[in-house]
């Protein structure tokens, strides 16, 4: 099974600075038809889970540009150019090259 | 605007039986995939299973290959999850998805198992 692993588990930030999420994976996520099936998502306090980008560097709609994401075979990054106060919650990277599917832990993006 | 509605969350004994449903709208459910997601309280995310589009296909995690079964009526637009020989290690929020890229969440329905 793939394992999927977030860094840090906890980033502390100052409004109007950038933070970075990492994410690796214990195997190459290009899925045989050339396609990085590597996702994103944002859980904001006592909501559900929204995705943000998709096969790596894919905004969803009406997700501020402030966010992106980057990456190739087993290591990819999700960045936020410009923290805002709504930014807070914890972030998940998912695999959706392999079966079973699998979630990084998380990382809980906070203000400093 | 994709609407996913899950329902019959609750609180049943170990060993138990639930069947927890999931209502969509606003796309054509029958064209897209379908996954249960689950939260364990205070913990992160973890997939569940997948059913394909048609049905034909569905995936499970090993956790509850056996005991849980996805299914899905498209001439109702609905997903379901039938969850046997539940344990306390099954108590979380069950969230429904579209695609197989989790493209839209439902506001999930909370499952407790405990004697």
């Known amino acids: 099974d793939v394992v999927v692993t977030q860094s840090p588990l906890s980033l502390p930030v100052t409004l109007g600075q950038p933070a970075s999420i990492s994410c690796r994976s214990s195997?190459?996520?290009?899925?045989?038809?050339?396609?990085?099936?590597l996702h994103w998502f944002q859980q904001r306090p006592g909501q559900s889970p929204r995705r943000l980008i998709y096969t790596v560097s894919n905004r969803d709609s009406g997700v501020p540009d402030r966010f992106s994401g980057s990456g190739s075979g087993t290591d990819f990054t999700l960045k936020i150019s410009s923290v805002e106060a709504e930014d807070v919650g914890v972030y998940y990277c998912m695999q959706g090259t392999h079966w079973p599917l699998s979630f990084g832990g998380g990382t809980k993006v906070e203000i400093k | 605007e994709v609407q996913l509605l899950e329902s019959g969350g609750g609180l049943v004994q170990p060993g138990g039986s639930l069947k927890l449903s999931c209502a969509a709208s606003?796309?054509?459910?029958?064209?897209?995939?379908m996954s249960w997601v689950r939260q364990a309280p205070g913990k992160g995310l973890e997939w569940v299973s997948t059913?394909?589009?048609?049905?034909?296909?569905?995936y499970y995690a090993d956790s509850v290959r056996g005991r849980f079964t996805i299914s899905r009526d498209n001439s109702k637009n609905t997903l379901y999850l039938q969850m046997n020989s539940l344990r306390a290690e099954d108590t979380a929020v069950y969230y429904c998805?579209?695609?197989?890229?989790?493209?839209?969440w439902g506001q999930g329905t909370l499952v407790t198992v405990s004697s």
């Open positions: 195997q190459s996520l290009v899925y045989s038809d050339g396609i990085t099936y």
């Open positions: 998805a579209n695609a197989y890229g989790a493209e839209s």
């Open positions: 606003g796309f054509t459910f029958s064209n897209y995939a």
């Open positions: 059913v394909s589009g048609s049905g034909g296909d569905t």
